[in-house]
């Protein structure tokens, strides 16, 4: 079993950076495929960027290329998002995810995705 809890959210203005963090339970992280996943009200859940076992191969959704980063330290077991420039269609509830079984070496569907975390609220607003 993976827990995963997320953290880092919260209000920003746009054109500002914040940096979320998943920080994962149990001694099984480094063979986990990640991912980072947003909601907004109303909208149905979107892939945002996921990272491979080891980190050396990322992929980020084409609206957030060149702003968002993803990232992850298997000595700490966390995942990270790196947000800069903000903008307010940004703001949505934010989940990390845990891909325990796909053999792809990064994860981009939501069902290949098997453990999830309870989100943080990012909103970007003046």
């Known amino acids: 079993q993976v827990q995963l809890v997320e953290s880092g959210g919260g209000l920003v203005q746009p054109g500002g950076s914040l940096r979320l963090s998943c920080a994962a339970s149990?001694?099984?992280?480094?063979?986990?495929?990640m991912g980072w996943f947003r909601q907004a009200p109303g909208k149905e859940r979107e892939f945002v960027a996921a990272?491979?076992?080891?980190?050396?191969?990322?992929y980020a959704a084409d609206s957030m290329k060149g702003r968002f980063t993803i990232s992850r330290d298997n000595a700490k077991n966390t995942l990270y998002l790196q947000m800069n420039s903000l903008k307010p269609e940004d703001t949505a509830v934010y989940y990390c995810?845990?891909?325990?079984?796909?053999?792809?070496?990064?994860?981009?569907?939501?069902?290949?995705?098997?453990?999830w975390g309870q989100g943080t609220q990012v909103t970007v607003s003046s």
């Open positions: 995810a845990a891909s325990s079984t796909s053999l792809r070496l990064v994860v981009v569907t939501i069902s290949d995705y098997d453990y």
């Open positions: 149990g001694s099984i992280f480094a063979i986990l495929t």
């Open positions: 990272v491979s076992r080891t980190g050396s191969t990322t």
